[in-house]
């Protein structure tokens, strides 16, 4: 947005204008760079939620097939029996991070065995 200043129409003001523009120039040109940094980050971010993502998936589906073939192939009560027996404990953990100077929080699932 451009503005539009009252100056007086001298020498010294001239150049406190110039300055003033090289400055702002300089401050978008630091404001661009770090708008793409933080951009390129947040996609590689993005691509490895991806990719844990279809992992998890994976590892459910395939759990989900034991719990089933075991299901079938054990009586009730072992079957029962095995699962309170493999208790597994999990814990959220989340840390404050600084990415560009952009205060954020980074998150952990962690299984306490």
Do not use: W
């Amino acid at each position: 947005m451009r503005q539009i200043f009252k100056v007086s129409p001298n020498r010294m003001e001239l150049l406190r204008l110039r300055r003033r523009l090289s400055l702002a120039r300089r401050g978008h040109k630091l404001l661009q760079d770090k708008l793409e940094q933080m951009m390129f980050q947040f996609l590689t971010l993005i691509r490895e939620t991806r990719i844990l993502n279809e992992e998890v998936n994976k590892k459910i589906k395939e759990v989900f097939l034991h719990l089933v073939v075991s299901r079938g192939l054990m009586r009730e009560e072992d079957f029962h029996h095995a699962i309170k027996a493999a208790r597994i404990e999990m814990g959220f953990q989340s840390v404050p991070a600084n990415i560009l100077t952009y205060r954020c929080r980074s998150s952990f699932l962690r299984s306490r065995n």
